[in-house]
């Protein structure tokens, strides 16, 4: 029986930054994880870097969009009927937080979290050779139609305020950023802080390979396995078993398949979505990844060729794929770039991937304790932005488990909020 200070659940991208920070904090780390590194929902994002992230993706406001969701027309969001009296509560919950006040507020509660993303990616990918990934040509939304880009404006505003910088364009502008594009949009936005990455998979496996190299130590196990065996927590590995005074869960959607066996119920749900890759037709390229706001839908360049990432879907995580909404957008995606031959989604196989966004109806992650659970810590819930984060709360939760001055306050985060 091996034995370690903490035992951090789940390598993705959240974990792999925890683990590494608590590591250069003195303690001794174990990451346990059923698969790879980077290998869950950290492997098929659209590798941006959001840290001008302000207002979260919000609950519809107007009737047009809110039917062309009910009757399966938009690209935005899909849903399987059979699953929505399971998620309705999940989505008032959702709907009251996206009214506008309650969404400046937790643009003012997770802006310590956005500000700090890019910086602690900086440095966390330089020091583990992954710099060679990060793009800082920061990213471009497109706005088809006045009425969309005129709804900016309350968010413009605020990143005036907050001093987060970007770069209101016209179509020719915009054109002379990105040449391939074609002309079917009228205004574009360019947030210049933004960075992407070519290869999110690689940049988790080079966060976890740092953190071998500083001596960390890598487990295969599954989590559900996770009990007390008196004040020492113990997780079974293809190793043996694993003791350790202080468990991180740090599983993303998974979280549920832990938390709720010890009693802790909190609000998680998924927003599903998709992606596949496209080759550029001759010499189209893009240089940063491109939104194409009214249809909900990022075009993505990685290393495996364009990545077209899909809107929200809610259906059970673990039910089949249903992969709609891709046929839905690439109509518009074909329009506005293009897009070649479809392309494996390599290491995994397959033209569509599926993954699960993990989300609280309030759009905030839970970093901190787990309520009434000595030596239980929780780092989950990063919705849209898990990549984004997953540095900056690896620092932020690792301040707080050794004592240390937290670099923001981390009370908006607790998990607290769901169970008082
Ligand atoms: C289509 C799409 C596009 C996105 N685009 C972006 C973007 O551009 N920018 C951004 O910041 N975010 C984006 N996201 C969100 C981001 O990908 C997630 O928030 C983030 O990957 C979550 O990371 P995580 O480490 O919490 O979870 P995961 O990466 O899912 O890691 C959880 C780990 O737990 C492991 N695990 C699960 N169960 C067990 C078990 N029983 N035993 C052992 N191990 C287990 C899994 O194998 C996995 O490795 C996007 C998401 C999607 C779906």
């Given at each position: 029986m091996a034995r370690t200070d903490v035992i951090v659940l789940g390598a993705g991208i959240v974990g792999t930054s925890v683990a590494v920070h608590l590591l250069k904090r003195g303690l001794s780390v174990a990451l346990v994880d059923r698969g790879g590194a980077g290998e869950g929902t950290s492997y098929g994002n659209a590798g941006i870097i959001e840290g001008n992230t302000i207002f979260p993706a919000a609950f519809p406001s107007d009737w047009p969009t809110l039917l062309r969701i009910a009757f399966k027309r938009s690209p935005l969001a899909n849903y399987h009927l059979a699953f929505l009296p399971k998620i309705a509560p999940w989505l008032l919950v959702f709907r009251a937080a996206s009214q506008p006040e309650r969404l400046v507020e937790t643009a003012q509660a997770m802006r310590p979290l956005f500000a700090r993303a890019v910086a602690e990616h900086e440095s966390l990918s330089l020091e583990s050779g992954a710099?060679?990934?990060?793009?800082?040509?920061g990213w471009l939304k497109l706005y088809r139609t006045e009425a969309a880009f005129a709804g900016l404006k309350r968010e413009l505003d605020l990143a005036a305020s907050l001093g987060i910088a970007n770069v209101p364009l016209d179509r020719d502008a915009a054109r002379a950023l990105e040449?391939?594009?074609?002309?079917?949009?009228?205004h574009a936005v360019h947030w210049t802080g933004a960075v992407s990455v070519s290869n999110p998979l690689a940049l988790t496996r080079a966060y976890a390979a740092r953190f071998a190299a500083l001596g960390g130590l890598s487990f295969t196990g599954d989590a559900r396995s996770l009990h007390r065996g008196g004040t020492q927590w113990r997780v079974d590995t293809a190793s043996g078993p694993l003791d350790a005074g202080e468990v991180v869960i740090a599983?993303?959607?998974?979280?549920p398949d832990v938390l709720d066996p010890l009693g802790v119920k909190l609000p998680l749900a998924v927003k599903r979505g998709y992606h596949r890759h496209f080759r550029p037709q001759g010499n189209a390229a893009l240089a940063r990844p491109v939104l194409d706001a009214e249809n909900g839908y990022v075009l993505a360049p990685m290393e495996q060729g364009i990545r077209v990432t899909s809107g929200v879907e809610f259906a059970?995580?673990?039910?089949?794929?249903?992969?709609?909404q891709l046929n839905r957008l690439l109509p518009a995606a074909h329009e506005l770039f293009p897009l070649g031959e479809p392309v494996e989604s390599?290491?995994?196989?397959?033209?569509t991937w599926l993954g699960a966004r993990p989300c609280f109806p309030d759009s905030r992650p839970v970093i901190g304790r787990a309520p009434g659970q000595a030596g239980l810590w929780l780092a989950c819930g990063?919705?849209?932005w898990g990549l984004t984060l997953g540095p900056a709360t690896g620092r932020l939760l690792a301040e707080m488990m050794t004592g240390a001055t937290p670099f923001c306050d981390p009370q908006p985060y607790a998990a607290e909020r769901f169970t008082r």
């Open positions: 710099a060679k990934y990060l793009r800082r040509t040449p391939s594009l074609a002309p079917v949009f009228r599983l993303g959607p998974w979280l059970a995580r673990d039910a089949p794929p249903t992969p709609v390599q290491p995994f196989g397959g033209k990063h919705a849209h």
